[in-house]
């Protein structure tokens, strides 16, 4: 269109432009008109953070009839929409068991004491029905298909943190494993049932789950044993 008002061989027309004192005035919009020079200069569409005129970018790009720019601002807007969440469900219990460990430690060379100690094992069972949101929480706490894993909307973990006083090949010979949450650069051990539910909590949160129950005590939510969750 800028090309056609201001070929030599095509006479101008009094409408939408109207010569004065050498000078052309073209009855549109001015500051989008800022953004279709730059785009013209620099091959590439570069609006400010937060642009929020994308509608009358369009229609000015429509008018001058810049099919590149019209690309660039369909393929900006389609990156910018956010699909609406599906309907889903997240459910997390976790149940704690005490067990008295008896052990022998070595004292001396030639001395050994039997000593005990409590051991604190966690069952947690998971339930979720958004597959992302699944296997997210799958990579927080280190499991892959066929290690911990049921299948389906399910999976469990069980751990049992080592106490300081169980020596760690005595924790080994009993089968007792910890638990992980985290990447390799954040790896946190998960001591019980407050840090589970935590990071349950988050992996639900960047998710767009919202709480819906908590069980036994609504008001003491990480000393919970039962998380739910809804997304609408």
Not at 149 to 161: N, Q, V
Not at 195 to 207: C, D, I, M, T
Request: aromatic letters at 10%; one cysteine or more; proline letters at 8%.
């Amino acid at each position: 269109m800028l090309g056609a008002m201001f070929r030599a061989d095509t006479p101008m027309s009094a409408n939408p432009t109207a010569q004065r004192g050498g000078y052309y005035f073209i009855d549109r919009d001015g500051k989008a008109f800022r953004h279709i020079l730059n785009f013209l200069r620099l091959g590439r569409l570069d609006l400010p953070r937060g642009y929020g005129e994308t509608s009358l970018l369009r229609a000015e790009a429509d008018f001058y009839q810049i099919q590149p720019l019209l690309d660039a601002l369909r393929e900006l807007e389609t990156s910018q929409v956010t699909p609406a969440p599906t309907a889903a469900l997240l459910h997390a219990d976790v149940d704690v068991s005490p067990r008295l460990v008896h052990f022998s430690a070595r004292r001396g060379p030639h001395h050994y004491e039997l000593s005990s100690v409590q051991v604190h094992t966690f069952l947690a069972n998971l339930f979720c029905t958004d597959p992302e949101c699944l296997s997210a929480l799958r990579a927080r706490f280190g499991v892959v298909n066929g290690d911990r894993a049921e299948g389906g909307p399910h999976f469990r973990l069980e751990w049992a943190p080592r106490p300081q006083e169980l020596p760690e090949v005595e924790y080994e010979r009993l089968g007792l494993q910890p638990l992980w949450a985290g990447g390799p650069e954040e790896r946190r051990e998960v001591a019980g049932t407050p840090s589970f539910l935590e990071e349950v909590l988050r992996v639900a949160l960047e998710h767009r789950f919202r709480l819906d129950s908590v069980f036994p005590d609504p008001e003491d939510l990480l000393n919970s044993r039962s998380l739910r969750f809804v997304r609408h």
